[in-house]
């Protein structure tokens, strides 16, 4: 993901953002005690399961539109969980929503790349593939971000891995240590040249074999 949608001055703007002001100026204010989680998903069968987790501690969750707020339209969250279900937003206060909220739960690859900038602890849902395959994409992200087990366990039963229980929400201690991998892989993501520049490397490149007469 480095570079792979970065706009100049990304991260200094997320730096700047009062999530909760920025929240509060939409009508989407948390109350105090609230964590705000986002919800964008597709379709899934741990939904239920993550609305129990989630209402153990006071949480304000907004729900872009798609599949989850079509599901969560029907009967009342239960108590200490609060939904709103936002409307469509741009880009840009898309961005702002991810930056506000203390956990996120995110599909595909273009929100994907958004949470890695965004720096917050977040859960990544593949789109789902008959085959499957699509889980050996969750594994090979796990794979680069250092996550704790108990996070690691939480990707996989989201994304509905075969034989994945679901766990519940990582405690305290394990929500620290995945705030701080988020965290660094934004970092190490941030010091990776842009994609124009990694793209003239390779041009450079492809031209050096030619010229010196390698294919």
């Known amino acids: 993901t480095g570079g792979l949608l970065r706009e100049p001055g990304l991260l200094s703007q997320r730096t700047a953002l009062d999530g909760r002001a920025w929240l509060a100026d939409r009508g989407w204010a948390a109350a105090p ?34 599949p989850a707020q079509s599901a969560l339209t029907g009967p009342a969250p239960p108590p200490g969980l609060r939904v709103i279900p936002l409307p469509h937003v741009s880009q ?9 909220a203390d956990l996120l739960f995110v599909r595909g690859e273009d929100s994907l790349v958004r949470a890695v900038w965004a720096g917050a602890p977040f859960v990544w849902q593949a789109y ?24 690691q366990a939480l990707w996989r039963a989201w994304n ?35 994609l124009a520049t990694q793209l003239l490397g390779f041009v450079h490149q492809a031209r050096g074999r030619r010229a010196s007469g390698h294919a």
């Open 33 to 66: 005690g609230e964590r705000v989680v986002l919800l964008f998903s597709y379709a899934n069968p741990a939904l239920s399961a993550l609305m129990a987790s989630l209402a153990a501690s006071p949480t304000l969750l907004l729900v872009p539109p798609g």
């Open 128 to 151: 789902p593939q008959h085959d499957g395959v699509h889980h050996d994409k969750v594994e090979a992200l796990l794979g680069r971000m250092a996550l704790p087990a108990p996070v």
């Open 160 to 194: 509905g891995r075969p034989g994945a229980a679901w766990p519940g929400l990582p405690g305290p201690a394990d929500m620290a240590a995945w705030q701080q991998a988020a965290a660094s892989f934004r970092a190490q993501q941030a010091a990776l040249p842009d």
């Open 92 to 100: 840009p206060d898309f961005d702002h929503l991810l930056w506000s």
